[in-house]
């Protein structure tokens, strides 16, 4: 509670009496305080990357890799990662500011799932390859969703790259796709047969920043804001996101949508085609 006290005069220095206001800033303090920890977390992930930037362009700059062209290609390949993970880090911290700000103005359409999944597989073809990972769908032909398609591709992105990250190779991830009749929802999911995830851990790896090993993001090239975006879109469609998993066995992270009234056809016919 934060406390003001305004005298009152009688129009001379005389007081009367007194005007004391109480406020509750319990809200506001937690506001600030989250905004700091934000910006000391951003500025801690900023600078890890632009100090190897430093050091790696640095050895070459000085001239003491000039013998060695092995090594000073090695270094320019370090500092071109770390670049890409900045320029990530940063394209991340815009979408989801624009997400909580509410200033992402979804454009809804209906549009087949299985197109949805083709477009994310496709995005994370190269990374599932590099890793020799399978990529499977079981997702039915006619299975249309309302759903703004770039947003949405972004979260399958999201949760295959974040599955092939953890999962060790020659292992399958399986997204599927189901209509819940009876409780009036689509739901998706993306199984691995990763490391797992600890039951203490599964809520809060949708916060900002946090990893299961506080290693995990910067090892694996991601930004540590993957999962809260998901949320924020899943969120923004009107369903919800979860992980279930099995320490060892692998995780199955799940989003629903709800089915707005049965889709009708003239609709998709009159709509743009999806692309
Ligand atoms: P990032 O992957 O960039 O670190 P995310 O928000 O996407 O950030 O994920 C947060 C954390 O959740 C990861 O760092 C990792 O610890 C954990 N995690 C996410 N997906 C998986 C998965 N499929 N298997 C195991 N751990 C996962």
Redesign the pocket.
């Known amino acids: 509670i934060e406390a003001r006290y305004s005298p009152l005069h009688n129009g001379s220095t005389t007081v009367t009496g007194g005007l004391i206001v109480l406020r509750d800033v319990t809200r506001q303090r937690e506001l600030e305080r989250l905004k700091q920890e934000f910006i000391s977390i951003i500025s801690h992930e900023i600078r890890t990357p632009l100090s190897s930037i430093r050091g790696a362009l640095g050895l070459v700059a000085e001239g003491i890799l000039d013998d060695d062209p092995q090594t000073a290609k090695e270094m320019v390949s370090i500092a071109n990662n770390n670049i890409e993970r900045l320029v990530r880090l940063v394209n ?1 911290i815009l979408a989801l500011n624009r997400l909580e700000s509410g200033q992402v103005d979804l454009k809804f359409q209906w549009c087949p799932v299985t197109s949805l999944v083709q477009q994310a597989f496709s995005s994370v073809e190269a990374l599932a390859t590099a890793h020799q990972i399978r990529l499977e769908a079981t997702v039915p032909d006619n299975l249309w969703v309302w759903v703004d398609p770039d947003w949405l591709v972004q979260v399958l992105v ?2 295959v ?7 060790p190779s020659q292992t399958a991830i399986i997204v599927t796709a189901e209509t819940l009749a009876s409780e009036a929802m689509i739901r998706f999911s ?1 199984t ?1 047969q ?4 600890p039951a203490d ?1 599964l809520q809060t ?9 506080a290693s ?3 090892q ?11 949320r924020r879109i899943v969120q923004q469609h009107g369903g919800h996101i979860w ?1 279930e ?1 099995e320490l060892g066995k ?2 199955t ?1 799940y989003f629903t949508l709800p089915c707005p009234e049965q889709k009708q056809e003239e609709d998709i016919e009159n709509q743009e085609s999806f692309v």
């Open positions: 991340d999201n949760l790259n974040n599955a092939i990250k953890f999962s993306v691995d990763g490391r797992g995830i851990k790896i949708f916060g900002r920043f946090q990893q299961v090993d995990d993001s910067r694996k090239g991601g930004t540590g804001l993957g999962l809260a975006i998901c992980a998993s692998g995780s992270f």
